[in-house]
């Protein structure tokens, strides 16, 4: 297996793929005027989003699979995560644009301390996000009004200028990726329902007393999706968060349970996968708005 590449600074990535350095912190590249770059598998140490012009020979792998993803495409890229294929001896030709920055772009910034509510860094990439002509000049447009300021004289606003642009850029990616979430409308909705059946066989397996209650993150890994689109995916179709729509769900199975009056409520809360029952009581009352107790006498 080959090794893999730790790129941690933006002066790693552009000697990656051979562009000169001119600022320390933060890179725009045109990838089609860059050499022909051979494969390699990369631990990114830094935050960097591809937007793709056309449909080319350079996939991204993303765990086991792999991806050719098409033109007018965005993928994010955050720090720690791996990317990119074995060296087969083969090179290829990027196409499309590169905004790479560096976490210490953003120390003491607005920008630095909400960089976490941009989950789309954390989404898989098949989850990326398709841009319509007019977005993708939008996108452009900050790229290029960034690579000014990396290009032009630097004074003591640079860098507060070239953070405020980078913000609305993933400013408008937030918008867009609204836009596609709505427009995906049908895909939204089938995910739902698979969420859904998936929660519907948990409570009738053993899982619940061998793994607990269904969390986010075991839910977006049977559905085949990154927890951070999940859970927007989720909030989007329900107006709740994933984690609020399971708790909903274990309450309705909870309620079931209780008309058997013969079940004590610490069984039916290991039924559900509460490990200590005085969680479940909590947990109903905070849902329901009466104990499980009060709620059998009603």
Same mark, same amino acid.
């Given at each position: 297996m080959d090794n893999i590449l730790l790129l941690n600074t933006i002066k790693d990535y552009n000697d990656f793929m051979q562009v000169e350095t001119l600022h320390p912190l933060?890179?725009?590249i045109n990838m089609s005027t860059i050499p022909p770059l051979r494969h390699a598998r990369k631990n990114m140490g830094i935050y960097t989003i591809y937007l793709k012009d056309v449909k080319c020979a350079d996939f991204i792998q993303y765990g086991r699979r792999q991806y050719d993803y098409q033109e007018n495409?965005?993928?994010f890229i955050g720090p720690g995560q791996i990317i990119g294929n074995n060296d087969n001896g083969e090179t290829f030709q990027p196409k499309g644009w590169c905004l790479a920055f560096h976490?210490?772009?953003?120390?003491g910034t607005s920008l630095g301390r909400h960089i976490q509510e941009y989950t789309f860094f954390s989404y898989a990439v098949n989850e990326a996000l398709h841009i319509s002509k007019q977005e993708r000049e939008t996108l452009i447009d900050c790229m290029m009004k960034i690579d000014e300021e990396i290009k032009g004289a630097t004074d003591k606003h640079s860098n507060q200028i070239i953070v405020s642009t980078i913000e609305l850029f993933l400013n408008y990616c937030i918008r867009f990726y609204d836009r596609q979430f709505v427009t995906r409308k049908k895909e939204g909705k089938d995910i739902l329902h698979s969420f859904e059946t998936l929660l519907n066989g948990y409570f009738v397996s053993e899982k619940p007393q061998s793994f607990g209650t269904p969390t986010v993150a075991y839910c977006a890994d049977q559905l085949h999706l990154s927890a951070n689109y999940f859970g927007d995916?989720?909030?989007k179709e329900t107006g709740r968060s994933a984690q609020e729509y399971i708790l909903s769900k274990t309450m309705e199975v909870a309620k079931d349970l209780l008309a058997d009056r013969s079940r004590s409520i !610490?069984?039916?809360?290991y039924t559900l996968g509460y490990q200590y /029952?005085?969680?479940? !009581?909590?947990?109903?009352?905070?849902?329901?708005?009466?104990? /499980?107790?009060?709620?059998?006498?009603?």
């Open positions: 933060v890179s725009v495409t965005l993928v976490p210490e772009l953003l120390h995916l989720i909030k !610490s069984d039916i809360a /029952p005085q969680y479940f !009581s909590k947990a109903f009352k905070r849902v329901v708005g009466t104990s /499980p107790n009060e709620y059998r006498m009603l």
